[in-house]
């Protein structure tokens, strides 16, 4: 999946000149927590979070405190340079950026100029789409041996079931690296029929495990 897929493309910006004061503002009002800082051609110079202008504003507990910091333009408290990415990214690679970089928010850019922004919200509602949990399923895993063309002889158990496959997914089986892990999630909330199907043909499900199930 790409970026532009998901990106949101109404993006909320602020100038340098402009003050914590109306970053502030603008976080209450659009209920966001990221706003990217742009020149005069939408080129991004820095990008500043909710937590950003919280901690620069006056706390409520302090006696001597002045508006006039509230006043500072964005520029004083806005994080530069700023990780983007591009529309033809992928999502993963974003996801991977969010992880090693701990952040939660990249700006998207095409020719240097603002086009989008991705937010780790929109990495979850993704992660949503692409598992296939927004939808009525039941989730099989099922242990197989890490060799070429082991996926699609898993699937042709499925497929002699008739079964619509919402998503799959593959990850390594931790104890021996020999095995990998694949989870398939069907449209049906009956799994029983497939999963004695997967044992028939000597494969061993993980899950679901239910009581009276041999594994």
Known sequence: MLVEEVMKTEVITLTPEDTIETALKLLHEHHIRHLPIVDKERRVIGIVSDRDVRDASPSIFEKDTSPEELRNPIESIMTSPVTTVHPLDFVEEVASIFYEQEIACVPVTRNDILVGIIT???MLDTLIQLTGTHVQSSQIEVKVINKPG?????TQVFGKRKVNISSVLI?????????????????????LPTIEDLKTA??????????????
């Open 171 to 191: 990850y390594p089986y931790k104890p021996d690296p020999k095995y990998k892990i694949i989870v398939v999630r069907i449209q049906t909330m009956n799994p």
């Open 120 to 122: 780790e919200k929109d």
């Open 202 to 215: 000597g494969y061993e499900v993980l899950w679901p495990k239910m009581p009276g199930m041999p594994s």
């Open 150 to 154: 082991i996926l699609p002889q898993v």
